[in-house]
Every structure is written in C-alpha cells, then in structure tokens.
Nanobody
Framework: QVQLVESGGGLVQAGGSLRLSCVAS????????MGWFRQAPGKEREFVAA????????YYADSVKGRFTIARDNARNTVWLQMNSLKPEDTAVYYC????????????????????WGQGTQVTVSS
C-alpha cells in the first residue's frame, strides 16, 4: 500500500514553468514505476510521463516531449514533473500514479496499469 500526495500546481502564464512534486508514503518506493497523468474538464485522463524504478528509463507523451521532464529520488520517496514552456492546453488536474514493478526496466503509459493514485493538483496556464 502506498499513498501519493501531489503538490506544486498553480496558475502560470503561457511560456512559464512549474514543477510538480509527488511524495509517496511507505518504505518500498523504489519498487514502484511512477507516472504522471492529467485530466482536463470534459476530457478523459491522459498519459503525460512515466519513469521506471531507478529513473533510468523515461517516456513522454508526444504533446509534452521536449518541454516536460520526469525524475525521481528514491531516497526521498519523491517523483517530480518539471514543466517548461507551458501552453494553455496543458491546463488540467495532474495526477501522480504508482505501479508495483519490483525493479524492472519497464514504464507504463496507460492508466489501468497503475495501482495507486494521488488526489491531483490543478495546473492552469493562462494565455
């Protein structure tokens, strides 16, 4: 069992940056593959970025590639999403997710693959 708490959302102008953080409870954070998803009003939840247990493998949605960076620190039970060059279409609630993965090199880009979810943090990008 793991609990995920996101923070770092807010209101930013287009072209600006935000860094989202997700802190996980428990002692086995390193055994989880992690992901970030987002959901805009009236839309389905969509994949943003994923990272394997060590941080050595990352994967991004095409819409954020080159602008967003996912990283993790297992000693701090934390995964981050650095978001640069933000656009109004990035406006959404951003969710952190965890999948029990026991040290594989895999990452996962579909929501049903994940076992745990945070409560979400709102990101609003104004034009």
């Amino acid at each position: 069992q793991v609990q995920l708490v996101e923070s770092g959302g807010g209101l930013v102008q287009a072209g600006g940056s935000l860094r989202l953080s997700c802190v996980a409870s428990g002692r086995t954070f390193s055994s989880y593959a992690m992901g970030w998803f987002r959901q805009a009003p009236g839309k389905e939840r969509e994949f943003v970025a994923a990272i394997n247990w060590s941080g050595g493998s990352t994967y991004y949605a095409d819409s954020v590639k080159g602008r967003f960076t996912i990283a993790r620190d297992n000693a701090r039970n934390t995964v981050w999403l650095q978001m640069n060059s933000l656009k109004p279409e990035d406006t959404a609630v951003y969710y952190c997710s965890a999948k029990i993965d026991y040290y594989s090199n895999n990452y996962y880009s579909t929501a049903p693959a994940y076992d745990y979810w945070g409560q979400g943090t709102q990101v609003t990008v104004s034009s």
